[in-house]
């Protein structure tokens, strides 16, 4: 019998690897810079790339690879696609993880460490 930590039972394997792709979209730092800018609030792609400093096609794959994997959503304003995210659990992640380790940049006045064990 295994013990479940803090008692939450281990989510099925679906689910994981659901959570890991969703993690592993996260990974690009384009792409996590466009989640925290729909963290602030909607925008349309020619605003996200000027925010994000993209070019206008690349930053419309980005956001098409976001939607599909159902991280954020859009809807058509005339000719404009807007695009936001509406799970707040997906806002409050994004916005711990950057908030702390900006806090932690700005805290010790260094830039911030590569996370030990990730790739070269």
């Known amino acids: 019998m295994t013990d479940n930590a803090g008692g939450y039972d281990d989510p099925p394997a679906e689910v ?6 969703a993690f592993g979209l996260l990974a690009s730092s384009a792409r996590l810079h466009l989640m925290w800018a729909l963290s602030q609030g909607e925008s349309d792609v020619t605003h996200l790339a000027d925010r994000v400093g993209g070019a206008l096609p690349a930053v419309s794959q980005h956001l098409a690879k976001l ?4 991280l954020v959503r859009s809807r ?3 000719r404009r696609q807007v695009y936001y995210i509406d799970d707040p659990d997906v ?5 711990v ?3 702390q380790l900006t806090a932690r940049a700005r805290h010790t006045a ?3 460490r590569r996370l030990h064990g990730i790739g070269g």
């Open 16 to 21: 994981l690897t659901e959570a890991a792709a």
């Open 67 to 70: 939607k599909l994997a159902g």
């Open 76 to 78: 058509r304003e005339g």
């Open 91 to 95: 806002v409050t992640l994004v916005r």
């Open 97 to 99: 993880m950057v908030g």
């Open 110 to 112: 260094a830039p911030v």
